[in-house]
């Protein structure tokens, strides 16, 4: 009955049919969202986003339609079924991988197509026609209720592509607000997702990936030979009191997020010290304790001192390497230490999706992520990001006890995240009393941070791995930004945060432990890109023939610098900031500039280079002396119930 009214009322517009099309995709492309994925909606706005999202996308993809003079529905129909295949596709996918079909995916369908065929397919219903729905709908108004509609005008079309734009930056204003710098850091499909809808982040990607892929294209194997020479001409030869002192020992590393080294021996003003544990860490002598070492980082943050620490290489001035650059080839330390027989294995409790993770593992040769489904995500022990450390250690160690050794592993720790608040059952250190609740919450999370890893070290020391495992603990990034210096200033308690002394809140503590080795404080000045050349020498393996750019920090040839990615450096006389010179000893201006030059063009040199690495791929042009390269596609994260790595590279 309603049909026929709705008949006489609208069937001489195109328009309406356009606009059931689009309502009709609304509601199921919302529905899809709330049935199929689980997005990690946090607060009102993300659920009003997640809410209009489909909304730009289907006026404007529907919108295409209108320009067709006499085909509109049945191209309308298309482009329906089309956008239906491609929700589907992608819901096939994330059943099975907990993530969304990219460009590198389908380029990989070789690989994946098997994994797919098996068991994609096995997770599709027959209750599945629903993502089709709108299109069956579609098909059968326009044989029947719609059956003579035909006209159309550009003017429409205009119009609705104005709508379009419109809905679509209203959208994005209101997701970078939420999440800054959305869609240049582009941190996790899931966020774009959640924020633009799975449409736009289609669109993104695939522009993405024409972006990188062409850079890529237009170089070749002569690039890498400056880079080689620089190389030869830098390296800082091993220590040899100190070469091979770990040979096949195990590894863990531990990311302190945003962890700064001003917090080491600091004390509250009842005379409290935040982080106790790591205190005596850097003060019993058995541990390498690094106070003047730099985060190195860009807009990647904990992936960027990832992608430092483990490939010696520089991260990108704008976006992250394990976004953008993840189908590179790369030479980094889990596939370095696969020649020495380590099996490796990365423990974070969040979504494997975050920071293109799962993707970029891969490619660093890394048989093993550990990520949230391997935890227990309850709201007891998840805050922010994920897992809370206490629960993340606690429960990481069975996994860790499983590996098969020696084991090169990463820990990435998550409590001690902006803006730093706890739940009020996991503290009671006094907040900070400075005027700016995230640099007063910030003691209160480091302090949690200090007692997991406390725990983390007990039970290392309880199941016996203690002994045998090199443990590198490193502050990944700041966690307190320049916008709250005022603060700063009394934390610290000086008048202002002067330049030179924004530099040196740059310092992120860098611990090493060595079983059997005498440690103790370290003056020397270096960053997260110097880890690598100096664990591999610990464990007795030569880096000489590497594309990489640290220097090891217990070389004797040690360069003593560290700069910062853009350009800015901070040397044992001198500091650049924002392109100037100043005294390191009084942090005031120089008079000389000069005295910066050297050093500030050694170091555009380097981060030249490393971006040319970086951004044309240039280590698939290059082996290392004895390396196996790696092959991506051989490794799978399927996580907890269908792990093939579990089987392969476990003791059980
Ligand atoms: C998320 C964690 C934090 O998984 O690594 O990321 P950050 O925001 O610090 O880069
Ligand atoms: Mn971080």
Redesign the pocket.
């Known amino acids: 009955m309603n049909k026929i009214r709705l008949s006489k009322k609208f069937n001489n517009s195109h328009i309406t049919f356009f606009a059931i099309a689009v309502v009709l995709f609304w509601i199921k492309t919302y529905a899809a969202y709330q049935i199929e994925f689980k997005l990690g909606i946090d607060n009102n706005l993300q659920k009003f986003l997640l809410f209009i999202n489909p909304l730009s996308s289907a006026l404007f993809f529907f919108g295409i339609a209108l320009l067709f003079k006499k085909h509109t529905k049945r191209v309308m129909i298309i482009i329906n079924f089309l956008l239906s295949f491609l929700l589907y596709a992608n819901i096939a996918y994330y059943r099975f991988f907990n993530d969304f079909i990219t460009v590198p995916v389908i380029m990989q369908t070789k690989t994946n197509a098997g994994q797919l065929g098996n068991s994609a397919l096995s997770l599709m219903s027959p209750l599945d026609i629903f993502y089709f729905s709108d299109m069956i709908i579609l098909i059968v108004l326009a044989l029947t209720v719609f059956k003579k509609v035909t006209v159309t005008n550009r003017k429409a079309f205009k119009i609705v592509l104005l709508f379009a734009i419109t809905t679509f930056l209203f959208n994005l204003g209101l997701a970078e607000k939420d999440r800054p710098q959305l869609l240049t850091r582009s941190?996790d499909r899931n966020y774009l997702v959640k924020y633009l809808g799975a449409y736009n982040f289609t669109i993104y990607d695939v522009i993405q990936n024409i972006k990188s892929s062409s850079q890529r294209a237009l170089a070749d194997s002569s690039d890498i030979t400056d880079v080689e020479n620089y190389r030869k001409a830098n390296y800082a030869a091993p220590n040899p009191e100190y070469f091979g002192k770990a040979k096949g020992m195990n590894v863990i590393y531990v990311?302190m997020?945003?962890f700064q080294s001003f917090m080491i021996d600091y004390k509250m003003p009842d005379g409290k010290e935040v982080t106790p544990f790591l205190n005596s860490l850097a003060h019993d002598g058995n541990t390498f304790y690094f106070e003047n070492f730099f985060h190195q980082t860009g807009q990647?943050?904990?992936?960027?001192a990832e992608f430092l620490m483990e490939n010696s290489l520089y991260p990108m001035a704008q976006g992250a390497v394990f976004v953008n650059k993840a189908q590179n080839t790369f030479q980094a330390a889990p596939a370095i230490l696969k020649g020495y027989g380590y099996n490796s294995a990365v423990f974070?409790g969040?979504?494997k999706t975050?920071?293109n993770?799962n993707v970029m593992y891969k490619a660093l040769g890394y048989d093993q992520f550990f990520d949230s489904e391997y935890y227990s995500m309850t709201d007891e022990n998840t805050k922010n990001?994920?897992m809370k450390d206490k629960p993340f250690f606690k429960e990481s160690m069975p996994l860790l006890e499983g590996l098969k050794q020696p084991f090169y592993s990463k820990f990435?720790s998550?409590s001690n995240?902006?803006p730093f608040e706890m739940d009020p059952q996991d503290t009671d250190f006094p907040a900070g009393d400075y005027g700016d609740p995230v640099v007063n919450q910030y003691f209160q999370s480091a302090n949690y941070m200090d007692q997991a890893f406390e725990q983390f070290f007990n039970d290392l020391k309880a199941d016996g791995l203690y002994d045998n495992t090199v443990i590198v603990m490193y502050g990944?990034?700041y966690g307190i930004s320049e916008n709250h210096n005022e603060a700063m200033a009394k934390v610290l308690g000086v008048d202002e945060i002067t330049p030179a002394s924004n530099a040196k809140l740059q310092r992120v503590p860098l611990f090493i432990h060595v079983p059997g080795v005498k440690g103790g404080i370290q003056k020397q000045i270096g960053g997260e890109v110097d880890v690598r050349p100096t664990l591999l020498h610990l464990l007795g393996i030569d880096t000489k023939d590497y594309m990489e750019f640290g220097s090891d920090l217990l070389s004797k040839d040690h360069r003593n610098w560290a700069s910062f990615r853009n350009g800015d450096f901070v040397a044992s006389d001198v500091i650049q900031i924002k392109g100037k010179c100043y005294s390191s000893e009084t942090g005031e201006l120089m008079e000389n500039a000069e005295a910066c030059k050297d050093t500030s063009e050694k170091v555009n040199t380097e981060l030249q280079m490393s971006d040319e690495i970086v951004y044309k791929d240039l280590l698939r042009f290059y082996k290392p002396e004895g390396y196996t390269s790696i092959n991506p596609s051989d490794y799978d994260y399927l996580g907890p119930k269908g792990s093939k790595a579990t089987k392969s590279s476990t003791n059980k």
């Open positions: 941190f990311s997020e945003s990647g943050k904990t992936s960027d974070h969040n979504q975050f920071w993770r990001y994920g990435i998550l995240h902006f990944d990034h």
